[in-house]
């Protein structure tokens, strides 16, 4: 297994960022297995999705409709609302886990890998990439 972690700047607005750039540049030269993906903080997800479209926005837009920033959380240290972070890694989870094939990223035309963050108190990041050979 060869592992390595990136930095990301997300910024102190909610944010979505395409990762996938960094992780196939990860797995280049690789043969076959597995590339798992992981973020070692409790306010921040990853998720498959199309980037570039507007799918981005309506992924933060439909985390703000289930998930709002209002008084509700018990959770309150932070920014109002700060306690909706610490509930969006169980809707969107911090590992997401993919096929590579020929040291080449075996996702569908439209997806990207992408950090969700909606925790602005935060805007570094950390991402680990693990190669799991086949």
């Given at each position: 297994?060869?592992?390595?972690?990136?930095?990301v700047q997300t910024g102190s607005r909610p944010a979505v960022r395409d990762i996938t750039a960094e992780a196939q540049s990860f797995v280049s030269?690789?043969?076959?297995?597995?590339?798992?993906?992981?973020?070692?903080?409790?306010?921040?997800?990853?998720?498959?999705?199309?980037?570039?479209?507007?799918?981005?926005?309506?992924?933060?837009?439909?985390?703000?409709?289930?998930l709002p920033t209002d008084s509700r959380w018990r959770h309150r240290h932070g920014s109002p609302g700060h306690g909706r972070d610490h509930v969006l890694p169980a809707f969107v989870p911090p590992y997401a886990t993919l096929p590579v094939l020929d040291g080449r990223l075996a996702l569908g035309t439209w997806q990207s890998i992408c950090l969700v963050d909606t925790n602005g108190d935060n805007p570094t990041r950390q991402v680990r990439f693990s190669f799991l050979p086949a």
């Open positions: 297994m060869r592992s390595d972690v990136i930095t030269g690789e043969g076959d297995g597995l590339l798992h993906v992981f973020v070692p903080h409790a306010t921040a997800g990853l998720a498959i999705i199309e980037t570039g479209s507007g799918s981005d926005d309506d992924l933060l837009t439909a985390i703000d409709a289930l």
